[in-house]
């Protein structure tokens, strides 16, 4: 009677576990990885709708494994956290702007460097050219991650509280913030302003606080970031085309299978095709907010004088990086074929 018992518990026990067995494995299946992405944008910029479409797309086609989470806002910290986190894999991807990568690659230099493409078109082509981009979107291999895509960040132009900047002269004495790039202070240098790097986030509380005089970014910054809420006087002097980068942990992107990587790589077009399809309208959306809501003023100085000051850099960087020539001479060979429009 006794071994009978025994006999139904060890029954009762095997039915136990394996019921749990069983639920383990139906939950682990179920249990979709989650891919994290932060960038520093708010919901409305082009960025974050177009991630919002990655995560849509990656949802629908590999819902049972991945799910795709935007974290905007910096809300896992700067850009300089966001890569580190991505570098060591605690996030998957993240948006970083080509300026402060260079502290990670030298090969990023290129794309910082003041007017370095004479068109909206040679900015373009350059950018979408693997032959140009390959070897330093793989350049950060080493570093852990890797670039999957790049993002328009449009043109970047100074802007100020007390004054509108016409000639390199008007920045003279003028504490102005920069992204974290050695080459945005050397640029400041050239043109007589004096730099003030630091993160993106920290920007509207320092202008407020009268800490920096201005700064300078594409016009997005003026009504999404609150910045024509302080500077009044934003111009037009076209000193930069610095993309944003996608960068992603190179573990993750080398563990998926080659079927995933291959849906994952159609998102990453899906990311670039939607973004740049915002761009232009969200741009012009901006300027008229600012314009209407903010009574921000626009100047059109001539960015000649400004061009010729911010030179030097061009060949100081070439000396300094040789490897770059190539890179450099492809997209001369671009600005030759869509030259200046004048705009
Ligand atoms: C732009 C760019 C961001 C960058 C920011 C900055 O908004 O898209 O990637 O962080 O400029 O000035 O730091």
Redo the contacts with the bound molecule.
């Keep these: 009677m006794k071994r009978h018992l025994r006999k139904i518990a060890a029954l009762l026990i095997l039915v136990v576990l394996a019921g749990i067995l069983a639920g383990c494995g139906s939950g682990t299946e179920k249990k979709a990885r989650i891919v994290r992405i932060g960038?520093?944008?708010s919901t409305n910029?082009p960025?974050h709708i177009a991630l919002a479409a990655f995560q849509d797309f990656i949802n629908e086609k590999l819902g049972d494994k991945y799910r795709v989470e935007v974290y905007p806002n910096e809300l896992l910290g700067s850009?300089n956290n966001m890569v580190q986190l991505t570098q060591t894999g605690a996030i998957d991807f993240c948006?970083?702007?080509n300026?402060?990568l260079d502290t990670f690659s030298k090969n990023y230099e290129i794309f910082n460097l003041p007017y370095l493409f004479a068109s909206q078109e040679a900015y373009e082509h350059v950018m979408d050219d693997p032959a140009v981009t390959g070897p330093i979107f793989e350049s950060t291999k080493e570093a852990g991650f890797s670039a999957v895509t790049w993002?328009d960040?449009?043109t970047?132009n100074f802007y100020t509280v007390s004054k509108a900047i016409e000639t390199p002269a008007d920045l003279k004495g003028m504490k102005i913030?920069?992204?974290q790039s050695p080459i945005n202070v050397e640029m400041m240098k050239l043109l007589g302003g004096s730099a003030t790097p630091m993160?993106?986030g920290e920007?509207y509380t320092a202008l407020q606080s009268k800490i920096i005089d201005g700064?300078?970014?594409?016009e997005?910054?003026l009504t999404d970031?609150g910045h024509g809420d302080v500077c009044k006087f934003y111009s037009y002097d076209m000193h930069q085309m610095?993309p944003?980068i996608l960068i992603g942990n190179n573990a993750f992107l080398d563990g998926l299978t080659a079927e995933d990587r291959a849906i994952f790589e159609e998102g990453f077009q899906l990311i670039n095709k939607v973004q740049r399809e915002k761009w232009s309208e969200s741009v012009e959306a901006a300027k008229t907010k600012a314009q209407n809501e903010q009574n921000v003023q626009f100047f059109y100085p001539d960015t000649k004088p400004f061009e010729e000051a911010c030179k030097p850099l061009h060949q100081s960087v070439l000396q300094k990086n040789p490897g770059l020539q190539a890179t450099y001479d492809a997209i001369q060979k671009y600005n030759q074929e869509f030259p200046s429009t004048g705009k």
């Design positions: 960038h520093n944008q910029h960025t850009q948006v970083a702007s300026a402060i993002l960040a449009g970047r913030r920069v992204q993160g993106f920007v700064a300078e970014n594409n997005l910054a970031n610095i944003d």
